[in-house]
């Protein structure tokens, strides 16, 4: 086994760092701040779902951005196809929230401050449950990514003391104690 190419471990360290922002936004905001939120009694539920409105439709911007980032650097690192999957179900999660539900979510919050009672739905349990699942997702991608980085350290270590990766030896060359050369 070869040292892997610089650029490719580049693309692991940044991909993992990008992946472990992306869990700390997604935590913060979706599972932390907003269910805050809406326990705090001097914020009414119109302005707490106004507030929401535009707070989920700043992230769902940025995750854009993030997919395409985090897709990138994907392809630059060796090949993991759990990581690739997870970044695909990823990918699709994200449109699937900013082209179908999150303008739904918005026509509820519209007919809330327009003073209306929208019927009741499960659209709201299907965002936590993407949201969740986008979690997981992340989660499984990280686990990836740092096995990987770990996988490229292991490599860039050992291929520099003589250590064959595939049989766990030290070639015999590696292990002969060099003679003292006296001048």
């Known amino acids: ?17 990008l992946t472990l922002f992306w869990i700390g936004l997604l935590v913060g905001v979706s599972f932390l701040a907003t269910p805050a939120k809406f326990l705090a009694p001097s914020l009414s ?33 060796p090949r ?7 970044g695909v179900v990823l990918a699709l999660l994200v449109v699937l929230e900013a082209a179908w539900l999150l303008p739904v979510l918005d026509q509820r919050v519209e007919l809330i401050l327009a003073g209306q009672q929208p019927p ?13 699942v986008k979690l997981l997702a ?8 740092g096995r990987q980085l770990g996988r490229q350290l292991y490599l860039n270590r050992h291929e520099h003391a003589g250590f ?20």
């Open 164 to 183: 064959d990766v595939i049989s766990g030896r030290v070639p015999a060359a590696a292990r002969a104690v060099p003679q003292n050369h006296q001048a």
């Open 138 to 145: 992340l989660g499984v991608i990280a686990f990836a990514m």
């Open 45 to 77: 539920l119109p302005v707490a779902l106004d507030v929401g409105r535009y707070t989920f439709g700043l992230l769902s911007k940025l995750e854009w951005l993030l997919t395409g980032a985090l897709l990138t650097l994907l392809l630059f690192q």
């Open 120 to 132: 009741a739905s499960k659209f709201h349990d299907i965002f936590i449950g993407i949201e969740i």
């Open 1 to 17: 086994m070869t040292r892997p190419e610089p650029r490719a471990a580049t693309a692991t360290i940044l991909g993992l760092a």
């Open 80 to 86: 993991s196809g759990v990581a690739i999957t997870s």
